[in-house]
């Protein structure tokens, strides 16, 4: 069986244990004991556990003395005993110096024994080894091993022949023969050899199995504590027992491979080189080759000896790892520095850095020979066995070592390897590329020429690569490359490449002999592919959210994949990337919960990979920076992660969810600062829920007191329990107990002031919080301890002092209106306010005078403040200065020096500019210099005013506004300059806000104009900036809202809502809303109403895209006020519906509610009244509930719900009050009326009460006023005498109420301020209200004088006796009746009025209104003293037939006239109110009367303009009322605002707005008094006459004059005519405002009844086609007529038979006949009447006194300034040109006789100089629009074409109009032809005004057209079914401006010169007839405008007559007469004549 004897020792060992076990008897020997024992062991069960006794039993046998000891080397309980000190490292020493001492016992143990067979106990000893290390009794194989490795002494040994011949199997066969029957000891000698590599094996593994459980590897090096020094002797010790551990270990593998190589067996080699590459496995991942070269190397060296070539692949891995190790000693020798000895030479440096050239060459290039050789290796036959894997690491070292040698790689990327194949060389080619790109990542050294990315990617794609996870490293190196040169579509197809390989991978991984590659590399660079991946994907997705989303699943993906890897690196880097890609998404709540699922993901693999790292780290040593900053980033992110969660969960109010999050972070998380903020935040969500939050504030007893406040601050604000609340507060400030923590203790008793009281505390409890903040700011410095308190001008931190501000704010909010420490507090917050100012710039001007001196320097720190925080940028290369000439470098000196110069000029003026205002003209002329503000911005004393001192600016600036607003409630208006002053610094300067601070700017200019000095202020020239949106925040405005509705699309259209989750709700941009808010409440104030409605709607848009229901209320309520103040009422009333669904807190319910008010009264609804009380009721509900939560505040909600109160019965005083003169007040209205008096009355007192005295005197105004009208409209005197006396009692206490407000606000003006005209809008409601009681004591006194003069007519008329007789049967009133009161009042009425007046002209005559005023009210009065003077002659002013005689009341009456003549001078120059000069002009008439005609009928001229301009204003209100459609709309509101008129004279705003209103429109001119109407009747022509009348304001009186030209003897005795006109007559007549009402009532009758008639008229016609009944029914309406007419006489004869009239009678005269030929238009009288709108209303040319045949023209018009403008406009338009008109007829050629004779010729006359040329060539015409007048056959338009063509030779062929039955002209084209006209006529259906609306004609300028003939109020059926279906939308009053006079009035305003047209409806044959009668006489008659129309009256009611028949009475002359006949009327001028 051995024949050739290979296995004898075997076989002899196995027969001696046969033999032992065949005997019987006990054995004497150890070895032969040991074997029987070994012999048990091996057959004991496998199971079986109890074989350790044996096992050492075994070796006590063979070594009894030294087993035990070497085997207790590793029993630490046998080292305790040794253990000296108690420490860890004393311990580990211990057990060190106890292994080493045990086992250096062995060291003897062969001398010790007796003779013996070695081979023997060898066997013997290998078998206790083998045993021991099968059962895993690593402490007795280790022993064991020992003891065998004692005989590897060389014994045993192999002659060097002997080995060549085992090498030579020929000559071994030869040698056995020879030896067949020798025992061959070679053979024996090879076999122990065996033996001895075996135990090295197996002891090798022991000794690393006791490393193992020292928690370390082969090699590794110990990590100490880190309290351990490294000089510790104990550590020292243990250290080096490990070190000698892993080199005896080391050792022992590598004699085995020595052995095998001696005894040529070359699979112990290789055995040797795995195990020493699997143990070392860690070092090499670890790149610690140079630590592995005394290992590696000498086992490589043996297999190059034996020349191994079984596995090529362990051979090119162990040249790799030896390659590698040279080149690290390559690399350490290279930058290793040579130390030179001390003291060698001074002159020589300490030490010099140079590499050590020759070893690192040899390295390196021994290195590149390895790599040389392992590539040649693989490249062999045999090569198929090497892996490409192995292949690449080589290629890695090979490039790396060339870059070491500095030699560059060709193009070509080839290895100079040509005998490999093809497959191979193109995948070494790619690995070689990959390898130079990752040299060049790491500078230092030489750059490799790298090749182009993408053609190493098509390189790469063209492989067949044999390894599917190299494949995947290639890609992901690619990827990596490629991202890094932001070539990101390459990374998406080289990481595609890459993720592809996942599963081929991992196939490739099972199935590999080698585990070059593991799982966890495999996931890594997997996971590395997808980040890549995933980040180009995002970089390249250009807002396509579906490639975004991709983008972060592939991210989370490679989060994944290092959670698998177990890579906490890759993990940390991956995550961070989803992060940030996530964070653009994160914006809104439903974005951030669709992130919740893969946070939490990513959440639980970083959690995951940090335990691995951790554990993985624990015994290393301690890591470097970078890796420190790695772990300390992974643990930031981790927190940011739990922070985006904890958001996620707060979005969705889920708390619990919230806590269960931060308690797993409170244990996952490594403590660390992040662990700490998020302890805060669990604290913060415990509080939310209510729970205990103690033990985890204890946890921050360690963070000191300021950091425990502060959460227990945060805990008070999230806490709901207001118990809980109340004690976190006060813990929070128990808290603070320092002196440095003194703020934060202030900052919190406030607050927690704050809150006690807006949550209905106890308010002592709050005040006393205040008071001890205030006790802890007043308390003096600590260098100062002399002042127990300090005062506030002694306080110079502005810290302080901004606190200071807040507590007394506070205090006054909190005590009231009602206690007297509210006006106190604030003006203790004000005087901080002013000390802030004085220290900041008393600062100010320190810290600018120090610059001023050292400009340089101070310079040079503010550069260094500026620059601090700042990366500071390369400066620029500059030339070299040696390149610089002298004269250049001279040049630049004296320059630097002038500007150095300039800028300490500069300086000098700004620090003389640096001075405190001290008065209040100081305040409106301030602005903050600039200076002070550069100091404001840069500067951090705590004496100035910057971002230290102020910290929290938008606190400081929420408590300076509402001490502003606290102020203005105060009517301390002035006091709010330095308060907004001081606001606009902090926003400008500290805040940096532009917006905010134009907001305070224009809330300055808004103080400063109702101080009436905004022209001082220095904000008020850039009004138009201030009141435009800042561009900047309109524009991000606008983005945010495209990107809110961006996000709503894609959600729409990807139907992604899942993912995109719900818009937010919450997203808004309330600072730049509520500033739009803020400045559009000072544009309203202010009456810029465009301005304001921009803002408005900017704020609607945006509150509303972002839902932003608060601002989208409040924006809504002010558009509905600014509707209002449009007179859009019903769009109004629609925006406070949709406001109210808002909701909001009281104000926004105050300010609805009163809005709403208004709207409902102007809108005109039938049941206002009841519409008004309720929605002040539902009000003030909605504030009583607001009152019952706030407490403390009940006195505020209650000034408001009494302010609704207010204002609903004013509105409902004001919605009754406007009754009509002559309308009967109703019995229910006034009771209402009474109530709503009552009403006003217990709103005074509860303002009384509640301190609120300038609202309490409006109420009592109010009242007054309310009562004033009851009794006007009372039927009982007596109640009428309650009624006034009840009304003044009401004024004077209005009077005395305002009166102590005012005096309170006096007293606060300063002493020197006296001279400055600076006008409180206290002080001007005063005035007003003391006007008002005098003009109502006046009003009473009338009503005593009227009593009077009757009485005294009465007792006049009586005899003496009956006068006697009656007085003594007169009883006294009663005491305490309304008759005594009644008579003692009239006793102090002029007294009172006087006094009111003497103090108005006392203190507030600065204003040219107020003196007008003043001065009408002394006239008013002086007259009716006259009156009461002497009544019966007083009478005789109105009386031709009396006298007034007495001299005293002449001389009453004188001084009345002359008080009278200033005011109305004054009303003239400064164009005062047209109602007050209306009043001046009144009582002129009344003083004068009959005494002086022509004064009296100047005065009446004047107040029927007055009056006429009041009706002018009414109609173009509301003709531009459509608020939302015509640019227009704001213009009357401007002329009229409120807030505008109270500052005329004085307010810019107003001259701006009037400047505005002209340049807008024409019309709007007319709303002024000329100041020369006075002379305006010496202006008109003498052949003019005028007949004026007017009513009385009341309507009890007539008034009439009469002017023309008064003739007069010159010295010749002749007569002749004056320039001009003169009143030759007044009268005044009383009559009955029901009497006119009936009047004008039956004036509407007529009217309706005449167009019954046309429509019958026009049925008939069109059904029969005849017009017999035409007559008929027009002679229907005569009756009804006549009826008209002779109420209308009836009504004016009073009047009219005063006047003479005879001058209108003609005069036989045959002079006359031949002028009258020669002059046309002066033939008879021209009579223009004069009169009112009522009696404009009436057919006032039928009056029986105007149809005289001398009258020749009668026309009318509103007003003599109306006329005398038409005229002057007139006279001013552009003169005929007549070269022209006969250049045209001449060329129009020669006619013939036939044309000749058909042609009309026109009469030759000659132009007078009065009369006013029209140009007949640019006459334009409108005929029937619609195309709808269709009549019989005919039709307007073919009837305008006749009409034409028979005027064709009179240029009526020069004509240019639109014609319905060919073009229907638009809007546009009829106001073009409107402008570009000097006549205009119109033919068509309905009204006019339907063509062209009313708001259209206001806006339009037609001063050049000066005639318009308008020939309309034609229907039928089809124009009446058009014009209702235009009427629905229509409001009533734009409906009333569509009738005739309203027509007539507003063509008027906007410049044309006169206007015919139908006062009533007529038919198509009258219009039609009347059309042509006129262009008749105007074209061919050459007559006037005036006469013209006048004719058209004569030819249808004159027949010839006799001149006996001539005097007929009026019945007789109006028989026949029908509405027909005067159904065109003239307005304007009646001289105008085509030409």
Known sequence: MDRNRMNRGVLSAASRFLQLRAQHHSHHRPEDKAVTLMQQVQNMPVDYTDSRPVLIAVGLLLAPDDFEVVLDADDLSKATFEIVGSEPVAELCAKAQHHSTSVEIINKHLDRLEDSDPTERLRLWTALVKTSRKLEEWDVCRAACRFCLLYDDGRWKLSKENGEKMNDPEAEDCTSKRTSLVENTEECNRELLRILAEIHFINAEAVVQKLHTEGLKLNGYPVKEPHVSEDDTDWIVYRDWIISLSAYASLSFLRAAELGAEISELWIVANAAIYLWNYNKHSLSQRRYQLLMPTFRPVLELMQKIQYTEDPALFALLCNAVARGLLQSAAVAVETPVPIEKGRGRGRAASVSGPAIDPALQDARKSLELCDFALKLSSSSVSEGVPIAVRSLVVSTWVQTKRQLQQQIGPALELGDESSKAEVLDMTRVLVGLEMFQCNKSPGQMDFTLPVLSTLVSLASECSWTDAVVELHVWCQLSIFCHSADDHSLVLSCSQRALSLKKTAAKSLSSAPYAFYSDCAVNEMLSKAACLRGLSLAHESYSDLSKYREALDLLLSSVKYADQAGSWNLCTAAARHYCNTCTPLAGTPGERAWLRDPLEIIQKALLRTHSQHTKKNKNTSASSTGKSETFDDGVSLMAAIYHLLLQIHNDKSDWKSAKQLLEKAQIDMPRCKHKLSLLKSLICVKARLGDSVVTEMRKLNGEGEQCCSIMWHRVALYSVDLTKKLTYYRRAIDTLTRAESQWQKVSLLLELSEWMFFNNFPKTDALQMIQCSIDLLMLPPTENTQLLVQTVPAIKEVKSLDALIRAHTLLAMMAGRTSPDHHSNLLQAYNCVIQMWNVSITEAGHISSMMAKFPASAGTETGKEKDKGKVKKPKESSPDKSQVSGKDRDKGKVKKSKEISSDEDKLKSMVSDLSLPLSLRDWVCFHCPDQAREVFRNNSSLSCLNEHSISKQSQSLFYLDLLEQQLQSLSLAHLTLPVLHLAEAIAHDLLDWKALSELYRLKIVKTCSELRVETHSPYHEKLHSLVRINEQELIRSKRDVLIYQERKSLAHTCKQKALLGEPDAHWKDICAQSIWLGKADACLSMGLHPQAKLFLEETHSVATEFADHLNVGRSLVRLASLACEQKSYAQALILLDEAQASGGDQYHWYQLTQTRVLATVMHRDEHAHAKINDTVKQGCEALKNIKEKQVHRSKEVEFLITSLKMTGAVECIGLVGEVEP????????????????????????????LQHGDQAAEALAHCSHGLRFLAQHAADREEKQRLLLDSLSQMQAAVSELAHVALNVESLLPAQEESLVVSLAVLRRLLWLRLALSELCLLMLEEHCTEQSCHALVQHNKSAAEIILEDFIRSTPEPHTVQEAWLNVGTTLGQVVLGQLAEVNAHYLNSAETRACSFCLMGNNLRVQATMEDPIHASALWDPHKQLNKQRTQDILA?????????????????????LLSKVCLNMVETHGLSDPSVTGQYLALLQSCQSISLMSKVLTAACSDSWDSSLSSLPQQHTNPFLSCNKGSSSLLQAAQTTVCSSSKAFTHLSINPSHLTFLSELPPNMKLLLLQHSEDRTELYGAFYEAKPQENQKGKTTQTKGLTCTKV????????????????????????????????????AEGSSQE????????????????????????????????????????????TSSAMFPAESGESLVLLADQMLLLLPLEALSVLQEEGLTSVSRDFSLQLLHRRLQESKSCPKVDNSKKNKKKKTKGAKTKEDQSQAIKAKSFILSSNTILVDSNTIKYVVDPYNEGAFEGTSLSRRMREILETHSQLSAHLWEGFMGSTHRPSMAEIEQLLSRCSAFIFLGMERFMGNVTPTTIAALNLSECNMALLFDLIQNQKSIARQSDLDKDKSPGHSALETPLYTALLLSVVGVGCIALNQWHSSFQHNTKNMAAVLDGLLKNKQTSGQV????????NHSPQSPKEKTITSNDLNHNLTPADYTCVLYGLPNLIVE
Do not use: W
Request: glycine letters at 2%; proline letters at 5%; hydrophobic letters at 35%.
């Open 1222 to 1249: 002559g309308r009967t007040l109703f019995p229910e209205v006034a009771l209402k009326l009474k109530s709503d008096c009552d009403k006003l009355k217990e709103c005074a007192q509860d303002f009384t009460l």
């Open 1455 to 1475: 001084e009345a006239s002359k008080s009278l003549t200033e005011a109305s001078s004054l009303c003239l120059q400064n164009q005062l109110s047209p109602a």
């Open 1627 to 1662: 009268a005044k007549v009383p009559v009955c405002p029901k009497t006119l009402l009936t009047l004008l009532d039956h004036v509407q009758r007529v009217g309706q009844e005449a167009r019954q008639v046309r429509l019958k008229e026009t049925h008939h016609r069109s």
């Open 1670 to 1713: 035409s007559s008929a029914a027009e002679q229907a309406l005569a009756p009804l007529f006549r009826e008209l007419l002779q109420q209308m006489e009836a009504y004016l004869n009073p009047l009219l038979s005063q006047f003479d009239f005879s001058t209108f009678r003609p005069v036989a005269d045959k002079t006359k006949k």
């Open 1989 to 1996: 129309i006048h004719s058209l009256t004569k030819k249808s």
